[in-house]
Nanobody
Framework: VQLQASGGGLVQSGGSLTLSCAAS????????MGWFREAPGKEREFVAA????????YYADSVKGRFTISRDNAKNTVYLQMSSLKPEDTAVYFC??????????????????WGQGTQVTVSS
């Protein structure tokens, strides 16, 4: 599965962005999808995920109420709607696809395929 993330950019604090992650494969609906981010000098951290077959999303506490993950299986695409952005949201955002179990849904090791990342910069 090849993943292509897009939609990043420069936005002011309080602004909004929507990231997209398009998958190359038609079996997209069989994968759980996650968004992670890496800030300079920090490890990749969990942002949000949708487990296959489960409509309940998972969110990191730091983004709850501000970010929304969704997927369109007909378009093989997962989205991350980000609002009320803060400077601390600045990072490279990555989408991942895999079949994580519940205990690994928020861990990078739960995902087998990764996109190339898209930069999000939030200015204060």
């Amino acid at each position: 599965v090849q993943l292509q993330a897009s939609g990043g950019g420069l936005v002011q604090s309080g602004g909004s962005l929507t990231l997209s992650c398009a998958a190359s494969e038609g079996t997209f609906s069989g994968y759980s999808m996650g968004w992670f981010r890496e800030a300079p000098g920090k490890e990749r951290e969990f942002v949000a995920a949708l487990k296959v077959g489960n409509s309940n999303p998972y969110y990191a506490d730091s983004v709850k109420g501000r970010f929304t993950i969704s997927r369109d299986n007909a378009k093989n695409t997962v989205y991350l709607q980000m609002s009320s952005l803060k400077p601390e949201d600045t990072a490279v955002y990555f989408c991942g696809a895999g079949r994580p179990i519940t205990s690994t849904i928020s861990r990078p090791l739960g995902y087998r395929y990764w996109g190339q990342g898209t930069q999000v910069t939030v200015s204060s």
